[in-house]
Protein backbone atom coordinates (compact mmCIF):
# COMPACT_ATOMS: atom_id res chain seq x y z
CA UNK A 1 0.00 0.00 0.00
CA UNK A 2 1.68 3.68 -0.82
CA UNK A 3 -0.04 6.60 0.07
CA UNK A 4 1.23 9.62 -1.78
CA UNK A 5 1.72 12.58 0.37
CA UNK A 6 2.80 16.58 0.08
CA UNK A 7 5.42 17.99 2.10
CA UNK A 8 2.95 17.75 5.16
CA UNK A 9 1.63 14.31 4.70
CA UNK A 10 3.14 11.06 5.81
CA UNK A 11 3.99 8.52 3.20
CA UNK A 12 3.11 5.13 4.01
CA UNK A 13 5.78 2.54 3.32
CA UNK A 14 4.17 -0.57 4.52
CA UNK A 15 6.48 -4.19 3.81
CA UNK A 16 4.95 -7.76 4.26
CA UNK A 17 6.88 -8.77 7.25
CA UNK A 18 6.26 -5.38 9.30
CA UNK A 19 3.90 -1.98 8.62
CA UNK A 20 5.70 0.70 8.47
CA UNK A 21 5.19 4.46 7.98
CA UNK A 22 7.57 6.64 6.01
CA UNK A 23 7.12 10.83 7.16
CA UNK A 24 7.67 14.04 5.19
CA UNK A 25 7.31 17.46 7.31
CA UNK A 26 6.89 21.04 6.60
CA UNK A 27 10.25 23.39 7.05
CA UNK A 28 11.24 25.76 9.11
CA UNK A 29 13.44 27.74 7.37
CA UNK A 30 16.64 29.58 9.22
CA UNK A 31 18.70 31.77 6.70
CA UNK A 32 22.44 31.02 6.32
CA UNK A 33 24.42 33.29 4.36
CA UNK A 34 26.32 31.63 2.32
CA UNK A 35 29.26 33.56 -0.25
CA UNK A 36 30.33 31.45 -3.22
CA UNK A 37 33.20 32.98 -5.57
CA UNK A 38 32.67 32.65 -9.38
CA UNK A 39 35.43 31.67 -11.77
CA UNK A 40 34.20 33.74 -13.98
CA UNK A 41 36.76 37.19 -15.36
CA UNK A 42 37.20 40.01 -12.58
CA UNK A 43 34.97 41.35 -14.90
CA UNK A 44 32.05 39.55 -13.19
CA UNK A 45 30.30 40.52 -10.18
CA UNK A 46 30.43 38.31 -7.24
CA UNK A 47 27.14 36.38 -6.30
CA UNK A 48 25.54 35.95 -3.13
CA UNK A 49 23.27 32.94 -2.72
CA UNK A 50 21.06 32.03 0.57
CA UNK A 51 20.88 28.87 1.85
CA UNK A 52 17.94 27.40 3.94
CA UNK A 53 18.35 25.36 6.84
CA UNK A 54 15.78 22.00 7.20
CA UNK A 55 14.39 21.48 10.52
CA UNK A 56 11.14 19.62 10.19
CA UNK A 57 8.92 18.39 12.21
CA UNK A 58 7.79 14.67 12.66
CA UNK A 59 3.99 15.03 12.21
CA UNK A 60 1.55 11.92 13.86
CA UNK A 61 0.77 10.14 10.60
CA UNK A 62 -2.81 8.98 10.22
CA UNK A 63 -2.72 4.88 10.09
CA UNK A 64 -6.41 4.28 9.45
CA UNK A 65 -9.51 6.05 7.90
CA UNK A 66 -11.20 6.44 11.76
CA UNK A 67 -7.69 7.61 13.95
CA UNK A 68 -7.98 10.66 14.99
CA UNK A 69 -5.63 10.82 17.61
CA UNK A 70 -2.48 7.93 18.05
CA UNK A 71 -0.68 7.00 21.01
CA UNK A 72 3.76 6.75 21.00
CA UNK A 73 4.69 3.56 22.01
CA UNK A 74 8.22 3.48 22.05
CA UNK A 75 11.16 5.83 20.73
CA UNK A 76 13.33 3.45 18.38
CA UNK A 77 16.22 6.67 18.18
CA UNK A 78 16.95 8.75 20.75
CA UNK A 79 17.89 12.27 20.53
CA UNK A 80 21.05 13.90 18.61
CA UNK A 81 21.02 9.93 17.04
CA UNK A 82 21.69 10.50 13.23
CA UNK A 83 18.92 8.86 11.01
CA UNK A 84 19.25 7.59 7.27
CA UNK A 85 16.00 7.73 5.15
CA UNK A 86 13.88 4.71 5.51
CA UNK A 87 15.33 3.97 9.26
CA UNK A 88 12.20 3.48 11.65
CA UNK A 89 11.83 6.00 14.53
CA UNK A 90 8.75 5.91 16.40
CA UNK A 91 6.25 3.11 17.47
CA UNK A 92 2.77 4.42 17.43
CA UNK A 93 0.05 2.72 18.14
CA UNK A 94 -3.33 3.47 16.15
CA UNK A 95 -6.96 2.40 16.96
CA UNK A 96 -6.05 -0.61 15.11
CA UNK A 97 -2.35 -1.78 15.41
CA UNK A 98 1.29 -0.65 16.29
CA UNK A 99 3.49 0.53 13.31
CA UNK A 100 7.10 1.77 13.12
CA UNK A 101 7.13 5.15 11.40
CA UNK A 102 9.85 5.34 8.80
CA UNK A 103 11.78 9.07 8.40
CA UNK A 104 11.25 10.11 4.81
CA UNK A 105 14.74 12.27 5.66
CA UNK A 106 18.52 11.81 6.03
CA UNK A 107 18.84 13.66 8.95
CA UNK A 108 19.50 14.13 12.99
CA UNK A 109 16.46 13.45 15.48
CA UNK A 110 16.53 16.92 17.17
CA UNK A 111 14.06 16.75 19.62
CA UNK A 112 11.24 14.56 21.15
CA UNK A 113 7.88 16.84 21.55
CA UNK A 114 5.95 13.58 22.28
CA UNK A 115 7.12 10.96 24.62
CA UNK A 116 6.51 7.46 25.06
CA UNK A 117 2.99 6.80 26.69
CA UNK A 118 1.64 10.08 25.52
CA UNK A 119 -0.90 10.65 22.87
CA UNK A 120 -1.25 13.38 20.06
CA UNK A 121 -4.05 14.03 17.70
CA UNK A 122 -3.36 13.08 13.90
CA UNK A 123 -1.69 16.33 12.41
CA UNK A 124 0.68 17.36 15.43
CA UNK A 125 4.33 17.43 15.34
CA UNK A 126 5.63 14.54 17.64
CA UNK A 127 9.14 15.18 17.06
CA UNK A 128 12.14 17.88 15.20
CA UNK A 129 13.91 16.59 12.45
CA UNK A 130 17.11 18.42 11.98
CA UNK A 131 19.38 17.84 8.92
CA UNK A 132 22.33 19.08 9.95
CA UNK A 133 24.27 18.50 13.06
CA UNK A 134 24.91 21.76 13.64
CA UNK A 135 21.20 22.66 13.47
CA UNK A 136 20.23 19.95 16.18
CA UNK A 137 20.41 23.10 19.28
CA UNK A 138 18.09 25.35 17.26
CA UNK A 139 15.76 22.41 16.66
CA UNK A 140 15.52 22.06 21.09
CA UNK A 141 15.28 25.57 21.35
CA UNK A 142 11.99 25.68 19.12
CA UNK A 143 10.77 22.53 21.18
CA UNK A 144 11.39 24.53 23.78
CA UNK A 145 9.62 27.14 22.85
CA UNK A 146 6.90 25.32 21.97
CA UNK A 147 5.87 23.08 25.05
CA UNK A 148 6.52 25.98 27.33
CA UNK A 149 3.77 27.90 25.05
CA UNK A 150 1.77 25.34 25.50
CA UNK A 151 2.35 24.87 29.32
CA UNK A 152 1.70 28.40 29.59
CA UNK A 153 -2.04 28.35 27.67
CA UNK A 154 -2.46 25.18 30.01
CA UNK A 155 -2.03 27.06 33.23
CA UNK A 156 -3.19 30.77 32.35
CA UNK A 157 -6.15 30.86 35.14
CA UNK A 158 -9.56 30.93 34.51
CA UNK A 159 -11.36 34.47 35.44
CA UNK A 160 -12.56 34.17 38.53
CA UNK A 161 -16.54 33.66 38.44
CA UNK A 162 -18.83 36.76 38.52
CA UNK A 163 -20.52 37.15 41.56
CA UNK A 164 -23.21 39.68 41.88
CA UNK A 165 -23.98 41.18 44.87
CA UNK A 166 -27.49 39.63 45.93
CA UNK A 167 -30.59 42.06 44.43
CA UNK A 168 -32.21 44.34 46.54
CA UNK A 169 -35.27 43.47 47.49
CA UNK A 170 -38.23 45.11 45.26
CA UNK A 171 -41.10 46.64 46.94
CA UNK A 172 -44.44 45.53 46.79
CA UNK A 173 -46.88 48.02 46.01
CA UNK A 174 -48.85 48.42 48.67
CA UNK A 175 -52.93 47.51 49.09
CA UNK A 176 -55.17 49.80 47.87
CA UNK A 177 -57.35 51.09 50.38
CA UNK A 178 -60.38 52.84 49.77
CA UNK A 179 -60.86 56.60 50.86
CA UNK A 180 -64.05 58.63 51.22
CA UNK A 181 -62.55 61.52 50.05
CA UNK A 182 -62.67 62.05 46.21
CA UNK A 183 -64.15 59.66 43.45
CA UNK A 184 -61.85 57.01 42.94
CA UNK A 185 -62.27 53.63 39.96
CA UNK A 186 -62.55 50.43 41.78
CA UNK A 187 -61.08 47.71 40.50
CA UNK A 188 -62.54 43.97 41.53
CA UNK A 189 -62.55 40.47 39.86
CA UNK A 190 -66.38 40.07 38.68
CA UNK A 191 -66.78 36.86 41.52
CA UNK A 192 -65.85 39.77 44.16
CA UNK A 193 -68.55 41.95 42.70
CA UNK A 194 -70.96 39.00 42.37
CA UNK A 195 -70.38 38.04 46.36
CA UNK A 196 -70.75 42.04 47.15
CA UNK A 197 -73.97 41.91 45.67
CA UNK A 198 -75.09 38.41 47.57
CA UNK A 199 -73.70 40.05 51.04
CA UNK A 200 -74.97 43.54 50.36
CA UNK A 201 -71.04 44.90 50.91
CA UNK A 202 -70.19 48.42 49.49
CA UNK A 203 -67.63 47.35 47.48
CA UNK A 204 -66.12 51.05 47.01
CA UNK A 205 -65.40 50.74 50.99
CA UNK A 206 -63.48 47.34 50.88
CA UNK A 207 -59.44 47.68 50.77
CA UNK A 208 -58.42 45.47 47.76
CA UNK A 209 -55.48 43.12 48.72
CA UNK A 210 -54.63 41.73 45.03
CA UNK A 211 -51.99 43.03 42.85
CA UNK A 212 -51.78 46.86 42.47
CA UNK A 213 -54.86 47.01 44.82
CA UNK A 214 -57.49 45.27 43.28
CA UNK A 215 -60.34 43.55 45.37
CA UNK A 216 -60.85 39.59 45.54
CA UNK A 217 -63.53 37.25 46.84
CA UNK A 218 -61.85 37.21 50.33
CA UNK A 219 -61.39 40.99 50.42
CA UNK A 220 -65.24 41.09 50.18
CA UNK A 221 -66.17 37.78 52.14
CA UNK A 222 -63.78 39.28 55.13
CA UNK A 223 -65.79 42.54 54.75
CA UNK A 224 -69.01 40.62 55.12
CA UNK A 225 -67.61 39.22 58.38
CA UNK A 226 -67.21 35.46 56.53
CA UNK A 227 -64.48 33.39 56.38
CA UNK A 228 -62.89 33.13 53.22
CA UNK A 229 -63.76 29.82 51.63
CA UNK A 230 -60.86 27.54 50.71
CA UNK A 231 -61.09 27.91 47.10
CA UNK A 232 -61.02 31.32 47.18
CA UNK A 233 -57.45 31.39 48.76
CA UNK A 234 -55.00 30.25 46.18
CA UNK A 235 -51.78 28.45 47.87
CA UNK A 236 -48.84 30.03 47.76
CA UNK A 237 -46.43 28.69 44.80
CA UNK A 238 -43.38 26.63 46.26
CA UNK A 239 -40.65 28.09 46.56
CA UNK A 240 -37.83 27.35 43.62
CA UNK A 241 -35.05 24.84 44.18
CA UNK A 242 -32.02 25.77 45.60
CA UNK A 243 -29.28 25.65 43.07
CA UNK A 244 -26.41 23.81 44.17
CA UNK A 245 -22.93 22.60 42.56
CA UNK A 246 -24.31 19.05 42.44
CA UNK A 247 -27.55 20.38 40.05
CA UNK A 248 -24.58 21.17 37.71
CA UNK A 249 -23.06 17.94 37.77
CA UNK A 250 -23.39 14.86 35.96
CA UNK A 251 -26.01 12.76 37.66
CA UNK A 252 -23.02 9.79 37.55
CA UNK A 253 -23.74 7.39 40.72
CA UNK A 254 -20.73 7.85 43.18
CA UNK A 255 -17.99 5.22 42.44
CA UNK A 256 -18.00 2.05 45.30
CA UNK A 257 -15.18 1.81 48.07
CA UNK A 258 -12.00 0.90 46.01
CA UNK A 259 -12.65 1.01 42.71
CA UNK A 260 -10.58 2.28 40.30
CA UNK A 261 -11.55 4.30 36.93
CA UNK A 262 -9.56 3.02 33.80
CA UNK A 263 -9.11 4.99 30.47
CA UNK A 264 -10.08 3.13 27.13
CA UNK A 265 -7.21 2.43 25.42
CA UNK A 266 -6.70 3.67 21.65
CA UNK A 267 -8.72 0.78 20.56
CA UNK A 268 -11.35 0.82 22.81
CA UNK A 269 -11.86 3.92 22.34
CA UNK A 270 -12.46 3.42 18.10
CA UNK A 271 -14.92 0.42 19.21
CA UNK A 272 -16.59 2.76 21.52
CA UNK A 273 -17.20 5.28 18.80
CA UNK A 274 -18.43 2.90 16.62
CA UNK A 275 -20.83 0.80 18.53
CA UNK A 276 -22.33 4.70 18.82
CA UNK A 277 -22.22 5.37 15.75
CA UNK A 278 -24.36 1.87 14.73
CA UNK A 279 -27.15 3.18 16.81
CA UNK A 280 -28.37 5.38 13.88
CA UNK A 281 -28.93 2.51 11.93
CA UNK A 282 -31.95 0.91 11.65
CA UNK A 283 -31.41 -2.97 11.91
CA UNK A 284 -33.33 -5.97 12.39
CA UNK A 285 -32.18 -9.77 13.29
CA UNK A 286 -33.22 -12.88 11.39
CA UNK A 287 -32.32 -16.32 13.05
CA UNK A 288 -32.13 -19.82 11.11
CA UNK A 289 -30.83 -23.54 12.40
CA UNK A 290 -28.39 -24.94 10.25
CA UNK A 291 -27.84 -28.61 10.52
CA UNK A 292 -23.64 -29.46 10.49
CA UNK A 293 -23.20 -33.18 10.35
CA UNK A 294 -21.81 -33.32 6.38
CA UNK A 295 -20.05 -29.87 7.66
CA UNK A 296 -19.11 -31.50 10.91
CA UNK A 297 -17.83 -34.58 8.66
CA UNK A 298 -15.74 -32.43 5.94
CA UNK A 299 -14.07 -30.60 8.77
CA UNK A 300 -13.00 -33.91 10.51
CA UNK A 301 -11.38 -34.73 6.67
CA UNK A 302 -9.61 -30.90 6.41
CA UNK A 303 -8.52 -30.34 9.74
CA UNK A 304 -5.05 -32.44 9.54
CA UNK A 305 -4.67 -29.94 6.34
CA UNK A 306 -4.19 -27.02 8.17
CA UNK A 307 -8.18 -26.14 7.41
CA UNK A 308 -9.97 -24.14 9.98
CA UNK A 309 -13.76 -23.70 10.71
CA UNK A 310 -13.45 -20.52 10.41
CA UNK A 311 -12.33 -20.46 7.20
CA UNK A 312 -15.21 -23.01 6.29
CA UNK A 313 -17.82 -20.57 7.95
CA UNK A 314 -16.09 -17.28 5.59
CA UNK A 315 -15.79 -19.38 2.63
CA UNK A 316 -19.52 -20.78 2.72
CA UNK A 317 -20.87 -17.14 3.49
CA UNK A 318 -19.10 -15.72 0.61
CA UNK A 319 -20.59 -18.23 -1.41
CA UNK A 320 -24.25 -17.27 -0.73
CA UNK A 321 -23.36 -13.74 -0.57
CA UNK A 322 -22.30 -13.91 -3.94
CA UNK A 323 -25.78 -14.87 -5.05
CA UNK A 324 -27.45 -12.55 -2.88
CA UNK A 325 -25.45 -9.57 -3.21
CA UNK A 326 -27.86 -6.94 -2.08
CA UNK A 327 -26.75 -8.85 1.60
CA UNK A 328 -23.19 -7.31 0.48
CA UNK A 329 -24.17 -3.85 -0.25
CA UNK A 330 -22.91 -0.74 1.97
CA UNK A 331 -25.10 2.66 2.74
CA UNK A 332 -22.81 5.11 4.24
CA UNK A 333 -25.03 8.63 3.90
CA UNK A 334 -28.31 7.38 4.47
CA UNK A 335 -29.26 8.69 0.98
CA UNK A 336 -28.08 5.69 -0.87
CA UNK A 337 -25.88 2.37 -1.29
CA UNK A 338 -23.72 0.93 -3.43
CA UNK A 339 -23.38 -2.70 -4.41
CA UNK A 340 -19.40 -3.75 -3.33
CA UNK A 341 -17.61 -5.14 -6.31
CA UNK A 342 -15.84 -7.73 -3.80
CA UNK A 343 -16.74 -9.82 -1.30
CA UNK A 344 -14.65 -8.89 1.72
CA UNK A 345 -15.53 -11.17 4.90
CA UNK A 346 -14.48 -9.30 8.30
CA UNK A 347 -13.76 -11.65 10.93
CA UNK A 348 -14.30 -10.76 14.52
CA UNK A 349 -11.14 -11.78 16.40
CA UNK A 350 -10.35 -11.04 20.36
CA UNK A 351 -7.62 -9.81 21.44
CA UNK A 352 -5.72 -8.61 24.37
CA UNK A 353 -7.64 -5.10 25.38
CA UNK A 354 -9.94 -5.17 22.68
CA UNK A 355 -11.64 -6.76 19.32
CA UNK A 356 -10.47 -6.15 16.00
CA UNK A 357 -11.65 -7.73 12.24
CA UNK A 358 -9.09 -9.22 10.16
CA UNK A 359 -10.51 -9.35 6.59
CA UNK A 360 -10.38 -12.36 4.43
CA UNK A 361 -10.83 -10.46 1.10
CA UNK A 362 -12.22 -12.07 -1.91
CA UNK A 363 -13.72 -14.99 0.35
CA UNK A 364 -15.43 -16.18 -2.56
CA UNK A 365 -13.12 -16.73 -4.99
CA UNK A 366 -9.90 -17.81 -2.87
CA UNK A 367 -9.43 -21.92 -2.48
CA UNK A 368 -10.00 -22.97 1.10
CA UNK A 369 -6.32 -24.15 1.72
CA UNK A 370 -5.10 -20.87 0.44
CA UNK A 371 -8.35 -19.24 2.50
CA UNK A 372 -7.49 -20.96 6.00
CA UNK A 373 -3.98 -20.04 5.40
CA UNK A 374 -4.40 -16.42 4.70
CA UNK A 375 -6.52 -15.98 7.66
CA UNK A 376 -3.92 -18.08 9.75
CA UNK A 377 -1.66 -15.01 8.84
CA UNK A 378 -4.25 -12.62 9.41
CA UNK A 379 -4.76 -13.94 13.03
CA UNK A 380 -1.00 -13.37 13.90
CA UNK A 381 -0.56 -9.99 12.23
CA UNK A 382 -3.63 -9.14 14.16
CA UNK A 383 -2.42 -10.57 18.08
CA UNK A 384 0.89 -8.63 16.99
CA UNK A 385 -1.03 -5.63 16.10
CA UNK A 386 0.96 -5.87 13.14
CA UNK A 387 -1.67 -5.49 10.74
CA UNK A 388 -1.81 -3.13 7.93
CA UNK A 389 -4.47 -0.87 7.00
CA UNK A 390 -5.86 -2.56 3.93
CA UNK A 391 -6.27 -5.64 5.94
CA UNK A 392 -8.60 -4.69 8.54
CA UNK A 393 -10.88 -1.78 7.52
CA UNK A 394 -11.94 -2.90 3.83
CA UNK A 395 -14.89 -5.56 5.20
CA UNK A 396 -18.10 -5.65 3.52
CA UNK A 397 -20.23 -8.24 5.27
CA UNK A 398 -18.78 -9.13 9.08
CA UNK A 399 -18.54 -12.88 10.64
CA UNK A 400 -18.62 -13.33 14.50
CA UNK A 401 -18.37 -17.15 15.81
CA UNK A 402 -18.84 -17.65 19.28
CA UNK A 403 -19.60 -21.34 19.54
CA UNK A 404 -15.99 -22.56 19.98
CA UNK A 405 -16.95 -20.90 23.35
CA UNK A 406 -20.34 -23.06 23.89
CA UNK A 407 -22.78 -20.53 23.30
CA UNK A 408 -26.24 -21.23 21.40
CA UNK A 409 -27.12 -18.20 20.02
CA UNK A 410 -26.73 -14.35 20.43
CA UNK A 411 -27.02 -10.85 18.28
CA UNK A 412 -24.28 -9.43 17.14
CA UNK A 413 -24.04 -5.39 16.61
CA UNK A 414 -24.01 -4.33 13.04
CA UNK A 415 -20.44 -2.08 12.13
CA UNK A 416 -20.86 1.18 10.39
CA UNK A 417 -20.84 1.21 6.97
CA UNK A 418 -21.63 -2.89 6.09
CA UNK A 419 -24.86 -4.24 5.24
CA UNK A 420 -25.05 -6.95 7.56
CA UNK A 421 -22.85 -9.04 10.16
CA UNK A 422 -23.12 -13.12 10.87
CA UNK A 423 -23.33 -14.52 14.42
CA UNK A 424 -22.59 -18.17 14.80
CA UNK A 425 -23.38 -20.29 17.82
CA UNK A 426 -22.41 -23.64 18.71
CA UNK A 427 -23.31 -26.58 17.23
CA UNK A 428 -24.55 -29.16 19.41
CA UNK A 429 -27.50 -32.46 19.38
CA UNK A 430 -30.72 -31.62 18.65
CA UNK A 431 -33.53 -33.70 18.35
CA UNK A 432 -35.82 -32.93 15.25
CA UNK A 433 -38.87 -34.36 13.27
CA UNK A 434 -38.55 -34.31 9.39
CA UNK A 435 -41.70 -34.35 7.14
CA UNK A 436 -42.98 -37.64 7.84
CA UNK A 437 -43.06 -37.14 11.94
CA UNK A 438 -40.11 -39.09 12.34
CA UNK A 439 -37.86 -37.67 15.52
CA UNK A 440 -33.88 -37.77 15.15
CA UNK A 441 -30.64 -36.23 16.50
CA UNK A 442 -28.87 -33.80 14.67
CA UNK A 443 -26.19 -31.54 15.06
CA UNK A 444 -27.59 -28.00 14.53
CA UNK A 445 -26.09 -24.50 14.87
CA UNK A 446 -28.09 -21.63 15.18
CA UNK A 447 -27.16 -18.67 12.39
CA UNK A 448 -28.35 -15.11 14.19
CA UNK A 449 -28.28 -12.02 11.16
CA UNK A 450 -28.28 -8.48 11.70
CA UNK A 451 -28.71 -6.28 9.02
CA UNK A 452 -29.39 -2.59 7.77
CA UNK A 453 -32.95 -2.41 7.16
CA UNK A 454 -32.50 0.93 4.66
CA UNK A 455 -30.96 -1.68 1.92
CA UNK A 456 -32.14 -5.35 3.00
CA UNK A 457 -35.05 -6.45 3.80
CA UNK A 458 -36.84 -9.69 5.78
CA UNK A 459 -37.02 -11.44 2.39
CA UNK A 460 -33.79 -10.72 1.46
CA UNK A 461 -31.92 -12.32 4.44
CA UNK A 462 -34.23 -15.15 4.65
CA UNK A 463 -33.21 -15.83 1.24
CA UNK A 464 -29.84 -15.31 1.90
CA UNK A 465 -30.16 -17.36 4.96
CA UNK A 466 -31.78 -20.88 3.04
CA UNK A 467 -28.52 -20.50 0.61
CA UNK A 468 -26.16 -20.91 3.48
CA UNK A 469 -27.87 -23.61 4.94
CA UNK A 470 -27.85 -25.26 1.74
CA UNK A 471 -24.59 -24.59 1.38
CA UNK A 472 -23.43 -25.63 4.90
CA UNK A 473 -25.71 -28.81 4.57
CA UNK A 474 -23.71 -30.21 0.89
CA UNK A 475 -20.22 -28.80 1.86
CA UNK A 476 -18.93 -30.33 -1.06
CA UNK A 477 -18.45 -27.19 -3.00
CA UNK A 478 -16.59 -25.55 -0.18
CA UNK A 479 -13.58 -27.55 -1.60
CA UNK A 480 -13.87 -27.06 -5.13
Known sequence: MAVSSSSFLSTA????????????????????????????PATSHRRSMTVRSKIREIFMPAL?????????????????????????????????ADMDVETFYDGYLAAIVVGEGETAPVGAAIGLLAETEAEIEEAKSKAASKSSSSVAEAVVPSPPPVT?????????????????????????????KKLAKQHKVDIESVAGTGPFGRITASDVETAAGIAPSKSSIAPPPPPPPPV???????????????????????????????????????????????????LDALYEKVKPKGVTMTALLAKAAGMALAQHPVVNASCKDGKSFSYNSSINIAVAVAINGGLITPVLQDADKLDLYLLSQKWKELVGKARSKQLQPHEYNSGTFTLSNLGMFGV?????????????????????????????????????MLVNVTADHRIVYGADLAAFLQTFAKIIENPDSLTL
Do not use: C, H
Not at 72 to 93: D, F, N, P, R, Y
Open 13 to 40: SLTNSKSNISFASSVSPSLRSVVFRSTT
Open 64 to 96: SSTMTEGKIVSWIKTEGEKLAKGESVVVVESDK
Open 164 to 192: SSPAPAIAQPAPVTAVSDGPRKTVATPYA
Open 244 to 294: TAKATTTNLPPLLPDSSIVPFTAMQSAVSKNMIESLSVPTFRVGYPVNTDA
Open 408 to 444: DRFDAILPPGQGAIMAVGASKPTVVADKDGFFSVKNT
